[in-house]
């Protein structure tokens, strides 16, 4: 049976892996190692990502398949009758590995992730039986794997789940600050994580558009408050999807303490007025977790506080093309500035909130 994910023909991004006459890699090569991230490099102010590496491989064997993913030891052997395809799509963010991988047949995955890291997967798409851990493993279900954890999946017929790995003790820090809470503690002994059907979803489209970036527009990774950006989403919503599968009653605070904690917020916020800031950054500021600013923007402005910090950068977009000079200036870029990394999602918002296009404010100054 012929897979969905054929090689690429175009000559000037894709060439043969070495060794592997069957795989296919477009863009740059990966990492061989897992970096070296502190637990404080996913914490604001010492966050500072190197430059982003990208790569996808196409492959039509599932034991090379298994080798293609950077820094993990694992084996892969085909269950399902037929020709095997595969398709990887691996990004690098400052210590954070974020991959989209694709199979066309049942495959027994056997290994063990990088040392030392804190796996999630979230199944985009699963056609048929799927076993994790020794557990069958039901569609609204993601995966796990600690530091101390082996890696045992019997996949379904077909496949397509995002994974993303980083360092378990970044990750325990970076939980610590935001929820108050040792997560590793709550993982420990856990493979399968259930999520709500509508956090599940949000999670699921929110990777769609993600990986959506990575395919058309990967170039804007290379500007530094982008890639923060992206990858400060990513946490944001990884983290509220596994305090989803282990949902405690949020605490309850009076109004004026509330109404305190969002004006420090907002202080913080327009105190940056040339820089974008996220749900990471501010929490990490005052030093409150996730659940209690949402709570408090919820209950003093009636929205989140992820949907006031976009406001603020738009409205950030909108001075900066007013006030742009030159003709060689561009929406996208001045967007990438502002750590818009779905450009038509932020035209699409951009004309909600102004009532225009970025490119009719930008052609207006011209």
């Given at each position: 049976m012929d897979g969905p994910y054929p090689a690429s023909t175009d000559a000037h991004r894709t060439r043969v892996v070495p060794g592997r006459p069957a795989g296919v890699l477009l863009d740059r090569p990966h990492r061989l190692d897992p970096p070296n991230i502190s637990a404080v490099s996913l914490v604001p102010p010492a966050l500072s990502p190197s430059r982003p590496l990208l790569r996808t491989v196409v492959s039509a064997d599932?034991?090379?398949h298994a080798h293609n993913l950077g820094a993990w030891d694992q084996t892969y052997e085909q269950l399902g009758r037929g020709r095997f395809t595969g398709r990887l799509d691996e990004l690098w963010l400052d210590g954070l590995q974020l991959f989209r991988e694709r199979t066309s047949h049942d495959v027994l995955e056997t290994g063990i992730a990088w040392p030392g890291s804190r796996t999630f997967g979230i199944p985009l798409a699963m056609h048929g039986t799927a076993v994790f851990g020794g557990r069958p493993m039901p569609d609204d279900r993601i995966l796990t794997l600690g530091p101390q954890?082996?890696?045992?999946f019997r996949t379904p017929s077909s496949l397509d789940i995002v994974g993303l790995a980083l360092s378990a003790g970044a990750f325990s820090m970076l939980t610590h600050d935001l929820e108050g809470?040792?997560?590793e503690d709550e993982l420990r002994g856990r493979l399968l994580l259930p999520v709500a059907p509508a956090m599940l979803a949000n999670l699921r489209e929110f990777l769609v558009r993600v990986f959506e970036l990575l395919e058309t527009s990967a170039e804007q990774l290379a500007n530094p408050p982008l890639a923060r950006g992206l990858q400060h989403a990513l946490l944001e919503h990884v983290i509220g999807a596994v305090r989803d599968a282990s949902a405690e009653p949020p605490q309850t605070f009076t109004r004026s303490v509330r109404q305190g904690i969002v004006q420090r917020a907002r202080d913080y916020a327009l105190s940056r007025p040339d820089e974008p800031v996220t749900v990471v950054e501010l929490c990490a500021a005052l030093k409150i977790s996730r659940r209690t600013l949402q709570t408090c923007f919820h209950d003093m402005l009636g929205m989140s506080p992820h949907q006031?910090?976009?406001t603020l950068r738009l409205n950030g977009l909108r001075?900066?093309?007013r006030n742009a000079v030159g003709a060689g200036t561009s929406v996208q870029a001045v967007a990438a500035r502002w750590?818009?990394?779905?450009?038509?999602?932020?035209?699409?918002?951009y004309r909600?909130?102004?009532g225009e296009l970025p490119s009719t404010t930008l052609r207006a100054v011209r």
């Amino acid at each position: 049976m012929d897979g969905p994910y054929p090689a690429s023909t175009d000559a000037h991004r894709t060439r043969v892996v070495p060794g592997r006459p069957a795989g296919v890699l477009l863009d740059r090569p990966h990492r061989l190692d897992p970096p070296n991230i502190s637990a404080v490099s996913l914490v604001p102010p010492a966050l500072s990502p190197s430059r982003p590496l990208l790569r996808t491989v196409v492959s039509a064997d599932a034991d090379e398949h298994a080798h293609n993913l950077g820094a993990w030891d694992q084996t892969y052997e085909q269950l399902g009758r037929g020709r095997f395809t595969g398709r990887l799509d691996e990004l690098w963010l400052d210590g954070l590995q974020l991959f989209r991988e694709r199979t066309s047949h049942d495959v027994l995955e056997t290994g063990i992730a990088w040392p030392g890291s804190r796996t999630f997967g979230i199944p985009l798409a699963m056609h048929g039986t799927a076993v994790f851990g020794g557990r069958p493993m039901p569609d609204d279900r993601i995966l796990t794997l600690g530091p101390q954890d082996c890696l045992e999946f019997r996949t379904p017929s077909s496949l397509d789940i995002v994974g993303l790995a980083l360092s378990a003790g970044a990750f325990s820090m970076l939980t610590h600050d935001l929820e108050g809470i040792d997560i590793e503690d709550e993982l420990r002994g856990r493979l399968l994580l259930p999520v709500a059907p509508a956090m599940l979803a949000n999670l699921r489209e929110f990777l769609v558009r993600v990986f959506e970036l990575l395919e058309t527009s990967a170039e804007q990774l290379a500007n530094p408050p982008l890639a923060r950006g992206l990858q400060h989403a990513l946490l944001e919503h990884v983290i509220g999807a596994v305090r989803d599968a282990s949902a405690e009653p949020p605490q309850t605070f009076t109004r004026s303490v509330r109404q305190g904690i969002v004006q420090r917020a907002r202080d913080y916020a327009l105190s940056r007025p040339d820089e974008p800031v996220t749900v990471v950054e501010l929490c990490a500021a005052l030093k409150i977790s996730r659940r209690t600013l949402q709570t408090c923007f919820h209950d003093m402005l009636g929205m989140s506080p992820h949907q006031y910090l976009r406001t603020l950068r738009l409205n950030g977009l909108r001075r900066a093309l007013r006030n742009a000079v030159g003709a060689g200036t561009s929406v996208q870029a001045v967007a990438a500035r502002w750590g818009f990394w779905h450009l038509s999602s932020c035209a699409a918002d951009y004309r909600r909130q102004f009532g225009e296009l970025p490119s009719t404010t930008l052609r207006a100054v011209r």
